[in-house]
């Protein structure tokens, strides 16, 4: 049986991942944004987290 | 309490039923190419809309139980007419199942709703349900016909909601009014997801969008409490829905009438009709449509003849179409039971009130993010979770370029504008939020199918605004606390807790016993005129209403037929009155006396004037 090399083997048929789109990339990052200025405004300033930032850091 | 519940119960599904074949006789033409489910909630709010109009205009000759049940049973008529049966089965038929999981969800927060709104209503005078809401109707049932109140400005606003509200009363009682709001509720959430549909998002996520709104405190934290914000927002879709985005003549002449039924709802329908028609107007003109321009002036006619009763009504009887007028009118109106001072107070109050985070021009660009953030601010009661303002963007975007959206994007730009400019009350806008949970319903889907990570953020965006603002609706504290209400609805001890947020109740309960009372004067503006079952009048009303238009005298109290005099701690009685008076009984920080005109001191029984100090415009507190 002949061998083969590594080099000879035929490629795989994987397509080529493809880079997202820059308004998907946009539209991430917005939301990341959107979440991080929720959980900002509504719980680190409800009471129990800010009685526990007020006891662990000032 | 059990038959109250159920009487409230069947008459909040019965008037709407019976409305409802006018509504569909009338929109199948302008609906033509709708999803069927959203066909039978625009038929379902025509209906109600025109019931509304109706039931006012009639009720300023009658408002009893005999005219208002004929005016009903006159629109029922049209169910015998057979095209209607036929065309609402087929409708029917036609209508996709939803999936079970978000039908739950939405089955589940409407039962929640409706069993809120069968609560009995309770509440100060800082409660909109309680001070006039309710409070008309109430007056208009016991005098038999449509009256102003003289001592409550608010009760002069639009009215084409609270004339239903009454129709609801005259048949059940006062908790029909409230259970009603579940229906509006369920109506827009239905346009909600019909209008999710129409910019392309998929079933499941027009079916979020619905829950969403559903779960937007702003939206549903009021909805059963006899506030007309809701039955507003639903006209005012359902004007946009036929008017703009259809706009077959039969779509332009409805979303007419439509913006007729918004008028007569709010005052803020009036903004609304103009950013209606001119972008109506605009549309028409740039694709050439003659045909439509037309059809938009016979639209125009036809909105207007159908708000003109409530504003020709004010303007007749209390002197100004708009009422409480603005001060500008004072120059031109001869306003009665409203001084100028106290419509200078009551504009200094909106615009405190409504002053949000600023009027300037980034104070504009931030107000989606300051809105989603902090809507406290905004009289938001717990705001509107983040899908509009993180997905909104996203599928408008996408959905840019799509027939209509134009159309869509500057009227929602106006009528947003006009908010801002003029009073940045949450409620006031809810068919914004609508439309943008239905944008965000399009960003969701669009984002989602495209990447991994959008799929995940999308669906975190969705699920933190929901679970947010379900858990905000439930915990929900004060008059507008829809955990309570709901579960005092089937227990007795509960409605009988909730009744313990009745202001000076053992005063009124102890009065609305008492025999041979003819007039009551209250004395506190404050004091809510909502749990007296005889007539009233005020001195002074709560936003500085005069409704003796002049000085107050022991003589004009008795031409009134004032017998009894209702004080609390804050207000007592004039010293003037002082000495006429003979104490019955005092209860719960409230005194009730009865008047003895024949031991009067020597000058009030001749009858010399003791005028009060002149209205301070005095306020609630926000």
Known sequence: VAQTSVKDEPALDVPARRLPSLAVVASNVWLVIVILGFVHSRILTSNIFAQLWQRWFH | MVLAVISALLVTFL?????????????????????PSERIAIAAAFGLGLLGVVLFTVGLASFNRASLGAVVLVMAVVWFLPGVRRELAQTLRA????????????????????????????????????????????????????????????????????????????????????????IYVALLLVQTHGLARWVGASSGWS????????????????????????????????????ALLCTSPAGIMVGGAFIGFAMGTKYTGLPLAFATVGVALVAAFRRNDQTALRWLAGSVCVGSLLALPFYLRNYLVLGSPIYPPPVALYDHLDVRY???????????????????????????????????????????????????????????????????????????????????????????????????????????????SRSRLGLVLSVLVTGVSIVYGASTVVKATGPASLGPAALSALSPSRAEMRRSEI?????????????????????????????????????????????????????????????????TDKHRAPPW???????????DGARVSRIHTGDARPGNAQGVDHPLPPSQGALPNP
């Open chain 2, 95 to 182: 209508i996709e199942r939803p999936r079970w999981p978000w039908a739950t969800a939405l089955g589940i927060s409407l039962g929640f709703l409706l069993l809120s709104g069968l609560a009995e209503p309770v509440g100060t005078m800082g409660h909109d349900g309680i001070s006039y809401h309710l409070q008309g109707p109430r007056i208009w049932l016991r005098e038999g016909r449509i009256v102003p109140m003289p001592d409550f400005s608010l009760t002069a606003f639009p009215v084409s909601v609270e004339a239903i509200f009454g129709t609801l009363m005259a048949f059940s009682n006062h908790r029909a009014p409230c259970a009603i709001g579940a």
């Open chain 2, 15 to 35: 008037v709407p039923l019976l409305a409802f074949a006018p509504g569909l006789a009338l929109t199948r033409r302008a609906t033509e190419g709708l999803l």
């Open chain 2, 577 to 587: 009155l002082l000495p006429h008076l003979e104490l019955l009984f005092a209860a």
């Open chain 2, 207 to 242: 079916l979020a969008a619905a829950c969403t709104v559903v779960t937007m405190p702003v939206v549903v934290v009021q909805s059963t409490t006899a506030f007309v914000d809701v039955p507003y927002a639903v006209y005012a879709l359902s004007a946009v829905r036929v």
């Open chain 2, 503 to 567: 202001p000076f109740r053992r005063a009124f309960e102890a009065l609305n016993a008492a025999k041979d009372v003819g007039r009551v004067l209250i004395v506190d503006p404050k004091a809510p005129p909502y749990y007296l079952d005889h007539p009233h009048t005020k001195i002074v009303g709560m936003y500085g209403e005069t409704p003796f238009d002049g000085p107050v005298t022991l003589a004009r109290l008795a031409d009134a037929g004032v017998t009894h005099v209702f004080e």
């Open chain 2, 338 to 448: 409203f001084p100028r001072a106290a419509a200078v107070a009551m504009e200094a109050y909106v615009y405190e009130r409504g002053y949000g985070f600023g009027h300037g021009p980034l104070d504009l660009l931030l107000v989606p993010w300051r809105f989603s953030m902090f809507p406290g601010t905004f009289h938001g009661a717990g705001g509107i979770g983040i899908v509009p303002l993180g997905l909104g963007p996203i599928g408008w975007w996408v959905a840019r370029k799509r027939a209509g959206m134009g159309e869509l994007t500057v009227w929602s730009l106006c009528v947003g504008l006009v908010w801002f400019l003029t009073q940045q009350e949450a409620r006031f806008v809810q068919v914004l939020f609508v439309i943008g949970a239905v944008l965000g319903a399009l960003g969701a889907n669009w984002l989602s």
